[in-house]
């Protein structure tokens, strides 16, 4: 069954870029049916969905981190990543990659990964 | 833009209980609604998509209704594991979510 585990820096300074990776295991990722998803939980707070990408390079972004954020899926190396610039302190987090499944179960995401917490500071 | 007003944002409530979390959507556009278990270290779970199918391997105490722009996930008995916090999610947007708590 399909898993994702994301890696990445848990430590970035203001101003710099965040990045990081959600590997895939388990089921392909070039299925029309899927986006690819990062979405983010900042301390005592809710879930905030950030970006979603397809396998065909089409993106969805939230407009408020558009102008920061790139997603990028790598269907040779089962992967997709995210890339944030000009990050503060607003940026930390705990960060999930996930799978958006518009097929089975009317774009839910159905399958997690376990999160990698992201502290923004000097 | 789509958003989700989940209440409440904390419930007390006892082992065998009855509970019930709504949200409501701004606008009545389509009933694709899930709702996610997340406990503090775990990757939040899917229980509920498409307003009240239950996902496969979700215990049937767990349920989804809708009425209108209104959404609700009902616990039918509230069991040790269910304590935790959840989130109503339509499309990209999610709810602030409602933390369940020991009474």
């Known amino acids: 069954h399909l898993q994702l585990q994301e890696s990445g820096p848990g430590l970035v300074k203001p101003s710099e870029t965040l990045s990081l990776t959600c590997s895939v295991s388990?089921?392909?990722?070039?299925?029309?049916?899927?986006?690819w998803a990062w979405i983010r939980q900042p301390p005592g707070k809710g879930l905030e969905w950030m970006g979603s990408?397809?396998?065909?390079?089409?993106?969805l972004y939230d407009p408020a981190l558009k102008s920061r954020l790139t997603l990028s899926v790598n269907m040779s190396k089962t992967q997709f990543s995210l890339r944030l610039t000009s990050v503060t302190a607003a940026d930390t987090a705990v960060y999930y990659c996930?799978?958006?499944?518009?097929?089975?179960?009317?774009?839910?995401?159905?399958?997690w990964g376990q999160g990698t917490m992201v502290t923004v500071s000097s | 833009d789509i958003q989700m007003t989940q209440s409440p944002s904390t419930l007390s409530a006892s082992v065998g209980d009855r509970v019930t979390i709504t949200c409501r959507a701004g606008?009545?556009?389509?009933?694709?609604v899930a709702w996610y278990q997340h406990k503090p270290g775990q990757a939040p779970k899917l229980l509920i998509y498409?307003?009240?199918s239950l996902r496969s391997g979700v215990p049937s105490r767990f349920s989804g209704s809708v009425s209108g722009t209104e959404f609700t996930l009902t616990i039918s008995s509230l069991q040790p594991d269910d304590f935790a916090t959840y989130y109503c999610?339509?499309?990209?947007?999610f709810g602030l979510g409602t933390r369940v708590e020991v009474k």
């Open positions: 996930a799978r958006e499944n518009w097929d089975d179960v009317e774009d839910a995401f159905d399958v």
């Open positions: 388990g089921d392909s990722m070039n299925s029309p049916s899927y986006y």
């Open positions: 990408a397809y396998y065909s390079g089409h993106h």
């Open positions: 606008q009545n556009i389509t009933d694709w």
């Open positions: 498409k307003a009240s």
């Open positions: 999610q339509q499309f990209k947007a």
